[in-house]
């Protein structure tokens, strides 16, 4: 199937709003993983729908190359491994992206003259690149997206429990045991729980166990972060 084709275009005699809907209460895990790890993450979901709202991969609008996402975060976590900042611009529209079961409620609009978007009508888990912030007053760690005075931390992966239909404005509560995507999160939740651990980082000589996950692999090298480095934390090993 070409896959130009495959998320539909929404028709000009339709309001977009009557196709928006809206989503609350996330579920959100945060966590850094190694390239390695991720390919075993995306394969532990396949098949999945790689959807990218930033259009990363014009060739197939809207939709993100698997082998172009595990490349270019390959080439992330390698300049952490090396002790090198990776460029927030090589990775940006990459790493801003969404994964569906199935492409069932996804369209695409016109949004002027040559520009088109996605509307969203079904839940999606989303997915975006994170740093942890260092508080100067009392140390105290929290996530963020990415800052340039944060430590960056891999991605956060969200999926959510509320969706508001757009023409009925009623409040829907989604079953994670039946809604494709639903399933797929659990899914992910599975896999973190089994292959990552809460962050124990050492902050002024006192153990801090962050909620933040850190994949397995990566105790091996995390102390070579060098935003770790910058702000004189290390991770427990």
């Known amino acids: 199937m070409n896959p130009n084709h495959l998320i539909p275009h929404l028709s000009t005699d339709k309001d ?16 850094l993983i190694d390239e390695i790890e991720m390919k075993d993450l995306l394969s ?3 098949p999945t729908h790689l959807i990218s709202p930033q259009n990363a991969c014009p060739k197939t609008p809207f ?5 172009k996402l595990i490349e270019t975060y390959s080439s992330y976590i390698l300049e952490l491994k090396s002790q090198n900042l990776p460029s927030f611009d090589s990775f940006k529209k990459f790493f801003y992206l969404m994964i569906a079961a199935s492409l069932e409620g996804l369209f695409i609009r016109n949004v002027g003259r040559d520009k088109k978007a996605l509307t969203i009508n079904s839940p999606l888990i989303e997915v975006k690149p994170i740093s942890l ?3 100067s007053i009392d140390r105290s760690i929290r ?26 404005l009623e409040s ?11 399933v797929l999160f659990k899914k992910i939740r599975t896999w973190v729980r089994q292959n990552t651990r809460a962050t124990p980082f050492i902050i002024d000589s006192k153990k801090v166990n962050h909620p933040v996950r850190l994949g397995k692999n990566c105790f091996e090298w995390i102390n ?9 934390i290390h991770v427990e090993l």
Do not use: C
């Open 16 to 31: 977009p709003q009557d196709f928006q809907a809206r989503f609350s209460k996330w579920i959100t895990i945060d966590l």
């Open 44 to 46: 532990s979901i396949s």
């Open 63 to 67: 939709l993100m190359n698997e082998k």
């Open 133 to 135: 912030i260092v508080s």
């Open 143 to 168: 996530t963020s997206a990415v800052n340039p005075e944060g430590i960056l931390w891999g991605l956060s992966l969200s999926f959510p429990q509320i969706m508001q239909d757009p023409k009925t």
């Open 172 to 182: 829907i509560q989604i079953n994670f045991q039946k809604h494709p995507t639903g």
């Open 224 to 232: 070579n972060h060098p935003q770790l480095i910058k702000h004189y």
